[in-house]
């Protein structure tokens, strides 16, 4: 971006945080965009980027457009920027917290905010990223399921043994809170999965929809093209550490950073862990930036005493402006 993203000298006990796919809806940073000439700008540079109009896309659809895995990926890293730049116009530079952390592509529009890597550079990673998935969920196509209410470990052993009983591919892909798991791999271990699930006392065990089997080995595929990319690219220091998703720890350096966006495409999101982390270490605010409240409701779950704060339009920038400014 031709305006950089200016941070304060003082570090506060927050920790930002960026969704990933599945939070994005038609109209999403349109009244950002209206509101804030940065945020303007965002979209402005990404439609420049990208050669396509995924500004339209973000306002105004069509829905079945927007969600499409090639888009989706972009579209929502472009939106939670422009929330990003919108607070930096409010409130003249951001307030620097204490970790950054984003769910799934989340990761990278979080690496972005962090100063890791440049905007332009982070757009085209995740529209590549969105691609490349999108052509390994045709080629091995695969379920995602949403299991609540049994433990991780129970979940683990279900899969370890389901994957081993087909020849094939099951694994926890997200550990978003307590009781709360998604699992990805091949359709035949998923359905023998989901069987053994229920016998074993879940809740409820709910496909998603979606078409692509993210964070398991059927992805691989995927990440091996997008290993190139990564490696291309010119890779910072964060100004405060990012929590990894296939981790939950803080990264140390650039090339822990690179490492982290290539295995976190088959590797599990371990979000619960990330979060503990975030907590134990002193945060007391979680601040989501972009589209929706997914991440603070799993907060929520994870740490019922903390703060929530949501930020994706102009009134909540203004709120955040005056609560943190």
Not at 171 to 197: K, R, Y
Not at 225 to 236: G, K, N, P, S, T
Not at 275 to 304: C, F, N, Y
Request: net charge negative.
């Amino acid at each position: 971006m031709s305006l950089p993203l200016a941070y304060g000298d003082e570090t506060l006990p927050l920790i930002f945080l960026f969704p990933g796919q599945g939070s994005q809806h038609v109209g999403m940073a349109k009244e950002l965009a209206e509101a804030y000439a940065s945020a303007r700008d965002v979209f402005s540079e990404a439609d420049d980027v990208l050669g396509t109009a995924i500004s339209r896309i973000c306002f105004e659809g069509p829905e079945a457009v927007l969600t499409d895995t090639i888009n989706a990926q972009p579209a929502l890293f472009a939106s939670s920027m422009a929330a990003l730049f919108a607070i930096q116009e409010e409130m003249g530079c951001l307030p620097r917290p204490t970790y950054f952390a984003g769910h799934s592509m989340g990761e990278y529009t979080a690496m972005a905010a962090a100063g890791c890597i440049g905007f332009a550079d982070g757009l085209q990673l995740v529209r590549e990223r969105g691609r490349l998935m999108k052509e390994a969920g045709a080629k091995q196509p695969g379920r995602m399921v949403a299991v609540i209410g049994l433990e991780e470990s129970v979940v683990a052993q279900i899969c370890v043994e389901a994957a081993a009983a087909n020849d094939g591919v099951a694994q926890i892909a997200n550990d978003n809170c307590p009781g709360q798991i998604v699992i990805s791999g091949d359709e035949n271990s998923i359905a023998t999965t989901m069987s053994e699930l229920e016998k074993a006392g879940a809740r409820r065990v709910v496909p998603l929809a979606v078409s692509i089997a993210a964070h398991c080995p059927l992805m691989e595929p995927a990440a091996s093209q997008l290993r190139d990319r990564i490696e291309a690219v010119e890779v910072q220091e964060p100004l405060a550490p990012v929590i990894g998703n296939t981790s939950g720890l803080p990264l140390g350096g650039a090339a822990a950073i690179c490492e982290e966006l290539i295995a976190q495409l088959t590797g599990s999101v371990r979000w619960t862990d990330s979060m503990k982390h975030a907590v134990d270490a002193g945060v007391e605010t979680a601040v989501e930036i972009g589209p929706g409240s997914v991440l603070t409701g799993l907060m929520k779950r994870i740490q019922r005493r903390g703060k929530r704060v949501n930020v994706s339009n102009a009134g909540e920038v203004r709120r955040f402006a005056g609560q943190f400014g």
